[in-house]
């Protein structure tokens, strides 16, 4: 098992920034990568990044350029920097991770993008 803490939502006006942190726990050896994923309001929860154990990323087309996803793995910790935010970066912030039969989700943090 794994168990996943976000942190690091709040309310930010358009153009701000903020960073998110996942913090893992558990069954951590078994991970083969972790990434955040975002949903709004009646809307499906979408994928935004992604980071492998050997530190290769994926970014949506949406959040390229804006957001940057790494990992401190003294800390077991991934971080999501947002930058240039958007009213449209509006929802609530998952962190997930996934080994070989699993994924793991963490309860989600709200982000706010007010224009």
């Known amino acids: 098992q794994v168990q996943l803490v976000e942190s690091g939502g709040g309310l930010v006006q358009a153009g701000g920034s903020l960073r998110l942190s996942c913090a893992a726990s558990g069954s951590i050896f078994s991970i083969n990568g972790m990434g955040w994923y975002r949903q709004a309001p009646g809307k499906q929860r979408e994928l935004v990044a992604t980071i492998t154990n050997g530190g290769s990323t994926y970014y949506a087309d949406s959040v390229k350029g804006r957001f940057t996803i790494s990992r401190d793995n003294a800390k077991n910790t991934v971080y999501l920097q947002m930058n240039s935010l958007k009213p449209e970066d509006t929802g609530v912030y998952y962190c997930?991770?996934?080994?070989?039969?699993?994924?793991?989700w963490g309860q989600g943090t709200q982000v706010t993008v007010s224009s």
């Open positions: 997930n991770a996934r080994d070989t039969f699993y994924n793991y």
